[in-house]
């Protein structure tokens, strides 16, 4: 079992002739993912690493009945891939794309609202994987081993490294979720823990949170209300440098959350442990 | 990127907001002709980063030759690692009341937020904890931007009904930055209502989205260049690196910028510091990495170099052959270690041992050795 993405997912790819579309959808493919098609506007009605490419998603969801999406395109053109995707029918949409306006993606959050059933994940974020079964994104697929852990992160790498430990250690993961670093993104750390929670086969949690917003807050304010995953978080980033503040605005609204402190106490007072280092996750987990 | 007071203002004038009198002056000749012409002045530092006052970079100027020694003093000084590189010589106002008009990103609603109190001036973080009622809040919609009578609301909610007119006016000009200039934050404040009635930017500060600076070309080579910046980011920066400068004596090499900071971590965790940090992105190509280590090793406070790399399918012998290189093209004499991990990880840990380069099994390892190393190297 797992969250969000199983062997039943029919997958797109929106940019799928570009190098990293292709590279990406082809590692997919690799490892067992429903891909049934691609856009790529101009290039509807061709073949491309063997899947039909669509000029618009309307006509891929329509010929295909994908439901989930992988978005590789560039950053001028993602916040519009999202909202395509959205009101083309798809429920689960995964970009990928780093550097899109915060202005565009705050319009985007916006416009989903219009489209409840539409999970969006990331922008800016690898992805997520089902290991043994199918992903969507740039999470390498060998480091990663099917069990009982399911992993939520907001960064790229420290998932790889924590995954690889954990795979290392013969405990296997349920779903890996990278849910990205930018300040407006799609799902939150609160929204993948409450899948999790509903998911039988997860009986464990990793949290990987780092400095910034306040969204580790909340998800330690979810957990407090009583969980039935043995969960372990860790923050990265306690000895960043402040950012060299300017004015006043973002503290009127944030106060003191934020910080790597205020996170981990948040996460301890609901019970939680708190590795200090990502060597100890495994260690607490257990 | 962060605009400078002066740049800030030159915004909002050019949407029609009013500022001051005032002129930039690089030398202290340039702020003396900068009061011959505008009379009494405040002479402001231009740093992008709060607390200048308290830092001593404003002085009031009655005359030239004091405007001269004021800015003598204040060009050229340092406020929290910014130098100063010229300053902002205003006509100060006859001040009635001060206002706080702002608006940033709030992360956790995922929508801009727009703010305005009555109590404007140095204490509003103040202001926000113990009176928040006082802040009067909206969030626009962000396709549309915020209406009239939002703004109304607004202006009502904050106590400033008398003032409806002329500040529903000056948000609507403000907001226009969102859209034409991806700004995420916008300060005024104080906004000033001098004795006369008139409501002008007293201060101004402005951040505008660098995700959004291919479609803002001409702000960044209007703005981009004034500030001299750290050197050492500079030169990263033309290599396509992400580079942090900071001030300890290792020298930090990652991939992502979350390994970078757990790695950081580490480091202070074994007892050392961080000289500087650089983000080498996906994958670990030799031509980046060797980029990489040319310019943390520019910053001569570096005694020792830790690398922490996680390869996933990046092959660790073939980082290994890079890095070694590297550092033989660059005639690297510090110590350096390097935590590898991905595919064939062992080979790639045995040709570094070949070549005189400390692997570590793990991150933590890693950093403990890179810390005693260079506790030695410092003897």
């Not at chain 2, 002056?25 to 980063?49: H, S």
């Not at chain 2, 009578?149 to 009904?161: C, K, P, R, S």
């Amino acid at each position: 079992m797992s969250i969000l993405l199983d062997a039943s997912s029919r997958v797109i790819v929106q940019g799928i002739t570009g190098r990293e579309g292709t590279f990406h959808a082809e590692q997919m493919q690799a490892m067992g993912t429903r891909v049934v098609g691609g856009t790529s506007p101009g290039k509807g009605g061709t073949a491309h690493i063997g899947v039909p490419v669509f000029n618009t998603v309307a006509d891929a969801v329509k010929a295909t009945d994908a439901n989930a999406s992988g978005i590789f395109v560039p950053p001028p053109f993602a916040a519009d891939a999202i909202m395509e995707a959205a009101a083309s029918g798809i429920t689960l949409i995964v970009c990928i794309t780093e550097g899109i306006p915060i202005q565009e993606m705050i319009k985007v959050k916006d416009f989903l609202r219009g489209y409840p059933a539409a999970r969006l994940i990331g922008a800016n974020c690898p992805g997520l994987i089902t290991p043994g079964v199918a992903k969507i994104g740039i999470i390498p697929q060998n480091i990663t081993s099917s069990g009982p852990v399911g992993l939520v992160s907001r960064s790229g790498t420290l998932t790889y490294e924590v995954a690889s430990a954990l795979s290392a250690s013969g405990l296997g993961q349920s779903t890996i979720v990278g849910i990205g670093g930018d300040p407006v993104l799609g799902l939150t750390f609160r929204d993948v823990i409450e899948l999790f929670e509903q998911d039988p086969a997860t009986t464990h949690l990793v949290v990987i949170g780092e400095i910034g917003g306040s969204d580790e807050e909340r998800a330690a304010e979810l957990l407090a209300r009583g969980s039935r995953l043995k969960t372990v978080a860790f923050i990265s980033g306690r000895t960043a440098p402040e950012g060299k503040r300017m004015g006043h605005a973002g503290a009127i609204i944030s106060g003191n959350r934020g910080t790597a402190k205020s996170k981990e106490e948040a996460f301890r007072k609901a019970g939680v442990a708190v590795a200090e280092t990502t060597d100890e996750i495994v260690g607490l987990l257990r | 990127m962060k605009l400078l007071e002066y740049q800030a203002k030159e915004v909002l004038a050019s949407l029609g907001i009013a500022i001051p009198p005032g002129k930039v002056a690089r030398t202290p000749d340039e702020a003396a002709a900068a009061c011959a012409e505008l009379g009494p002045v405040a002479v402001k530092a231009q740093v992008p980063v709060g607390g200048r006052g308290k830092a001593g970079g404003i002085k009031l100027a009655r005359t030239p030759d004091e405007a001269r020694a004021a800015a003598a003093q204040i060009i050229g000084m340092d406020i929290k690692g910014f130098k100063v590189p010229l300053v902002y010589c205003e006509t100060a106002l006859e001040i009635d009341r001060e206002i706080y008009l702002g608006f940033t990103v709030d992360r956790d609603a995922r929508a801009n937020i727009l703010m305005l109190s009555a109590k404007g001036g140095m204490e509003i973080e103040q202001v926000a904890e113990e009176s928040p009622e006082s802040i009067a809040r909206l969030y626009p919609n962000p396709w549309r931007g915020p209406l009239d009578f939002e703004l109304t609301q607004l202006v009502y909610e904050a106590g400033l009904g008398e003032l409806a007119r002329p500040l529903t006016s000056l948000i609507k000009k403000l907001y226009r930055a969102i859209p034409e200039l991806d700004a995420v934050t916008a300060e005024i404040n104080p906004l000033v209502v001098t004795k006369s009635g008139e409501v002008i930017a007293g201060d101004a500060k402005l951040e505008v989205d660098e995700s959004a600076a291919w479609r803002h070309k001409d702000l960044e080579q209007r703005y981009g260049g004034v500030l001299e910046g750290d050197p050492f980011e500079v030169e990263a920066k033309k290599l396509g690196l992400t580079y942090v400068s900071l001030d300890g004596e290792i020298g930090i090499i990652g991939n992502g910028a979350g390994l970078c900071m757990s790695t950081l971590d580490l480091v202070q965790r074994a007892g050392g510091h961080a000289a500087n940090f650089c983000d080498i992105g996906g994958g670990a190509k030799a031509e980046v990495v060797q980029n990489a280590l040319a310019v943390i090793l520019m910053n001569p406070r570096v005694r020792g170099v830790l690398m922490n790399v996680f390869g996933g399918i990046t092959r660790g012998d073939e980082v290994a052959k890079g890095l070694v290189a590297a550092r033989d093209n660059l005639k690297m004499q510090l110590p350096l270690v390097v935590r590898l991990s991905g595919t064939r990880e062992a080979e790639g840990r045995k040709i570094l041992k070949e070549n005189g380069i400390e692997p570590g099994a793990n991150a933590w390892e890693a950093a403990q050795k890179i810390v005693e190393l260079t506790r030695v190297a410092a003897k």
